[in-house]
């Protein structure tokens, strides 16, 4: 029997992240109601943490870091 890879949408992992950080229910009970690995929640969940800061840093502070990116690279 072959292993079929399955396409999650990015609503469903990230319905399931969300369920991960908010730790209502313990990571067996979301392996058990969605079918997906412990390790593959724990992935969507780390992916989510990472890449909350972007979504509340403002222009300014993006400005900020471009410049100070442009001053750094070497010539």
Avoid at 1 to 23: C, D, G, L, S
Avoid at 27 to 44: D, F
Avoid at 50 to 67: D, H, L, Y
Wanted: proline share 3%; no cysteine; net charge positive.
């Amino acid at each position: 029997m072959a292993n079929v890879r399955k396409n999650h949408t990015t609503e469903f992992k990230t319905k399931v992240a969300v369920e991960a950080i908010r730790q209502q229910k313990t990571l067996n009970e979301l392996t058990t109601e969605y079918g997906v690995h412990a390790t593959q929640i724990n992935l969507w969940k780390k992916r989510a943490l990472a890449v909350i800061p972007e979504a509340f840093s403002g222009k300014k502070e993006k400005a900020r870091e471009n410049q100070q990116q442009d001053i750094d690279e070497p010539r």
